[in-house]
């Protein structure tokens, strides 16, 4: 079964400080994409970063980065310098292509508190 | 200007009416989604259309019809609601559905909640 997996329900974070939000995944594919979205309390979902598998170099997005293990089917998000403004639920997601219509498949999500 | 916008916001009626969920993308997008996300905040795909045309249809209660007329416009209509169909449909939308790494951009999302 393609599944995408967060192991952690919640996690909280200091101001400022780094937090890293796990996510592993399984897909018989060699091609596709990873995708983290944000949804913070007004329900929208954002796009925050998105990885090419094809790729090693890992995607950044300014506070945000990722490091993505394709042996290991890793692919967590890293935020350093850590605003109130990032308090979400956060989303793994992967996208196979045409092989699955295009769809992303999501995980359960990590609730991200930042504590001032 | 809203790229994905749906309508209504919220939506809240009786166990076995009928209503519908609109959505519009301005983006000149191809490919557009209904996503289920249920109380425990899992999102799951319903189905897609590419240029009007059903790609995905995921294993959704018949009761639930997509509609595209074009393709800025994709609608969610759905028969018999039932308490178990609360939940907040988002629609998206993306370039191309041939390129899984496009970018699909969700609209704000409609809470129903069928009492």
């Known amino acids: 079964a393609q599944t995408v997996t967060q192991s952690q329900p919640e996690m909280s974070v200091q101001e400022a400080e780094t937090v890293t939000l796990s996510c592993t995944y399984d897909?018989?594919?060699?091609?596709?994409?990873l995708f983290w979205y944000k949804q913070p309390p007004s329900r929208q979902m954002i796009l925050v970063i998105r990885?090419?598998?094809?790729?090693?170099q890992n995607a950044t997005e300014n506070r945000f980065s990722v490091n993505f293990q394709k042996a290991a089917k890793s692919f967590s998000l890293k935020i350093s310098d850590s605003q109130l403004g990032d308090a979400a639920m956060y989303f793994c997601?992967?996208?196979?292509?045409?092989?699955?219509?295009?769809?992303?498949?999501f995980g359960e999500g990590t609730q991200l508190t930042v504590n001032p | 200007d809203t790229a994905v916008s749906q309508t209504p916001k919220y939506l809240v009626t009786q166990m076995g009416n009928d209503k519908s969920i609109k959505c519009e993308q301005n983006?000149?997008?191809?490919?557009m989604y209904w996503y289920k996300q249920d109380s425990k905040k899992f999102l799951k795909i319903m189905f897609s259309?590419?240029?009007?045309?059903?790609?995905i249809n995921e294993t959704v209660p018949n009761r639930f019809s997509p509609k595209s007329p074009d393709k800025a416009h994709l609608n969610l209509h759905i028969n018999s609601l039932e308490l178990g169909d609360s939940a907040v449909y988002f629609c998206?939308?993306?370039?191309?559905?041939?390129?899984?790494?496009?970018?699909?951009?969700f609209g704000p999302g409609t809470r129903l909640l069928v009492l």
């Open positions: 259309y590419n240029n009007k045309e059903l790609i």
């Open positions: 998206a939308s993306s370039q191309d559905r041939l390129a899984g790494q496009e970018t699909q951009y």
């Open positions: 997601a992967y996208n196979l292509g045409e092989t699955s219509g295009s769809r992303l498949t």
């Open positions: 990885q090419e598998a094809y790729k090693q």
């Open positions: 983006l000149g997008h191809d490919t």
């Open positions: 897909t018989s594919e060699s091609d596709y994409y």
